[in-house]
């Protein structure tokens, strides 16, 4: 479910939407960031707007990927006049233009006011010709910097659209607690939703009952249960995320980041910077800042070290073939939970 652009607030949106309601649209738009859901809802925002939704749109509509971009069927199709319809869309996605910017430029100059590009891409060098092209002709919507903030108001709208109220600290938590992009935020909130059914409101119990934890939470209970030498119950959770095609090397790499996190926690603490400072430092929410640092709590400064180092000394035997991934990710565990 999609509740509208009331939704969207805050996020980098403002222009589009402006442009589409004053049936103003630019000559070209580049669209990146890793917020797929956002991207795709400009381009669907973009595509109606140009195109309408009569038997003529898909006419007037191309599109290239990586492997179907030809730089001289795109001008043919950018030069090309539409048919019944105002607009003619390209649209390019992951597409190379490197080789062919100059002439790419030269075509933004020549192209048709009925002529539209649109491209997708993850990310974009501000430094590179087509970034300074697409600024001088149009616009770029980066939709790569979107905080735990935004994600926990964008939640908290998305429930308000099925009729649900959630507080700010367990919107926060739903964030947290499933992880990933806006696409898997909106799949677990409908399974939320649904849930609830009959209810008005939606608790951590809740979540914590029918959404599915990211893999990130699964590896800082691990931790958790290392640090009081549950050894059992470490490979009871890394036998869960394997049974969940997780690999190994991912775990592995995923525990190292989690140390290094710790391990700085540790640092500020000792400076003496408060909770709010913490989080304001590491980009965390309070809640989090306050579990992880009772974490810390039954930990020392020298045992997150000599985690560090057991981590990254498993993964150079993995990757110079002395330990298969897994026996190696095993073993590691069990060293671990007997320090």
């Not at 669209?31 to 898909?58: F, H, P, Q």
């Not at 849930?195 to 934890?213: H, K, P, Q, W, Y």
Request: hydrophobic residues 40%; aromatic residues 8%; glycine residues 6%.
């Amino acid at each position: 479910m999609f509740c509208g652009k009331g939704s969207l607030k805050g996020f980098d949106l403002k222009t589009i939407i402006e442009d589409v309601k004053k049936q103003s649209l630019r000559k070209i738009y580049l669209l990146c960031g890793s917020e797929t859901y956002l991207v795709r809802y400009c381009v669907r925002l973009i595509k109606k707007a140009a195109l309408g939704a009569d038997e003529n749109a898909e006419m007037n509509f191309d599109s290239y990927n990586e492997q179907t971009y030809d730089f001289r069927a795109f001008a043919d199709s950018a030069l090309t006049v539409p048919f019944f319809s105002s607009y003619r869309l390209i649209m390019l996605e992951g597409c190379n233009i490197s080789d062919d910017i100059d002439a790419f430029v030269r075509l933004l100059d020549e192209l048709p006011e009925t002529t539209i590009i649109l491209i997708v891409d993850k990310s974009v060098d501000k430094k590179t010709k087509l970034y300074k092209a697409v600024t001088k002709y149009g616009y770029v919507c980066d939709l790569s910097e979107i905080t735990d903030q935004n994600r926990a108001d964008f939640i908290k709208k998305e429930f308000a659209g099925y009729g649900k109220e959630i507080s700010g600290s367990d919107a926060a938590y739903f964030v947290e607690y499933v992880g990933g992009d806006l696409y898997n935020l909106m799949n677990e909130a409908d399974k939320a939703a649904s849930f609830t059914e009959g209810r008005n409101r939606v608790t951590r119990s809740d979540i914590e009952e029918i959404c599915c934890m990211q893999t990130e939470n699964r590896i800082f209970d691990i931790i958790g249960e290392i640090s009081v030498g549950h050894g059992e119950k470490v490979m009871s959770i890394c036998a869960d995320l394997m049974y969940l095609k997780e690999s190994p090397m991912k775990i592995l790499r995923l525990l190292a980041n989690e140390y290094l996190k710790l391990a700085t926690l540790i640092e500020l603490k000792n400076k003496g910077l408060s909770v709010s400072s913490i989080a304001g430092e590491t980009k965390t929410p309070d809640w989090l800042v306050k579990k992880k640092l009772n974490l810390v709590s039954r930990m020392d400064s020298r045992k997150i070290r000599n985690a560090i180092e057991l981590v990254e000394n498993t993964e150079y035997k993995i990757k110079n073939g002395d330990l298969d991934m897994q026996t190696g990710l095993e073993i590691m565990l069990a060293e671990l939970s007997c320090v």
